[in-house]
């Protein structure tokens, strides 16, 4: 029994003739393969094997065409479906909605059962397709609470009941008690309930 190919962490080793050859990736900051290179037998010099770039909800775009399937958030793009792998169920990047219903659905009763990471791939991820959890991008966060009104802490019957009626959501972003911004906005529309996402 032969090898074709061994996955790692930082690409993989493709068997080519008696020995592997080894080919890397290079991703973003949200997963997403976006340059695969090697180095070339001969001559020892790093070579470009593919380039991609992705919509927000992981339609592809060929910069540069090969033979690496593992791309979007790192999952293995099934061809003959053009659907990405992510374990428990298949995500269909064209329409940016999941083939199945979402087994965790009852958690996330505000939003359709089919939706890919709660309609926002920027802020949430789903690394098996099981349920939607919230990705830690720092730079993003430290913007949002620079760009946040001050407030005054909300106190008393009526602010209470202001707070708690708008779920904490004033000017588009997302306020404590106290008044201070935590780093959360809404991309667009009601948002979505925050408190039951594991961290």
Not at 86 to 112: K, L
Not at 155 to 182: E, I, Q, R, S, W
């Amino acid at each position: 029994m032969v090898i074709d190919f061994i996955q790692t962490e930082e690409g993989l080793a493709r068997r080519g003739g008696g020995s592997y050859s080894y080919e890397y990736n290079l991703t973003d900051h949200l997963g997403n393969v976006r340059y695969t290179f090697n180095r070339h037998p001969v001559t020892g010099q790093l070579q470009p094997l593919q380039a991609d770039d992705y919509y927000a909800f992981g339609m592809r775009r060929v910069a540069a065409a090969g033979n690496n399937k593992y791309l979007y958030n790192g999952k293995e793009l099934q061809e003959e479906l053009e659907q990405y792998d992510y374990g428990a169920r298949f995500y269909d990047p064209v329409i940016g909605r999941w083939n199945s219903v979402d087994i965790m659905a009852e958690n996330h009763h505000e939003t359709n059962p089919y939706n890919y990471v709660l309609n926002n791939p920027l802020m949430f991820g789903d690394e098996l397709g099981m349920d939607t959890t919230r990705k830690v991008i720092n730079l993003m966060t430290i913007d949002i609470v620079g760009k946040a009104p001050k407030r005054e802490p909300f106190t008393g019957f009526l602010g209470n009941v202001n707070y708690y009626f708008n779920g904490g959501y004033f000017d588009g972003y997302h306020y404590k008690k106290d008044g201070t911004a935590d780093g959360r906005a809404p991309i667009m529309g009601t948002p979505p309930d925050l408190s039951r996402i594991p961290v």
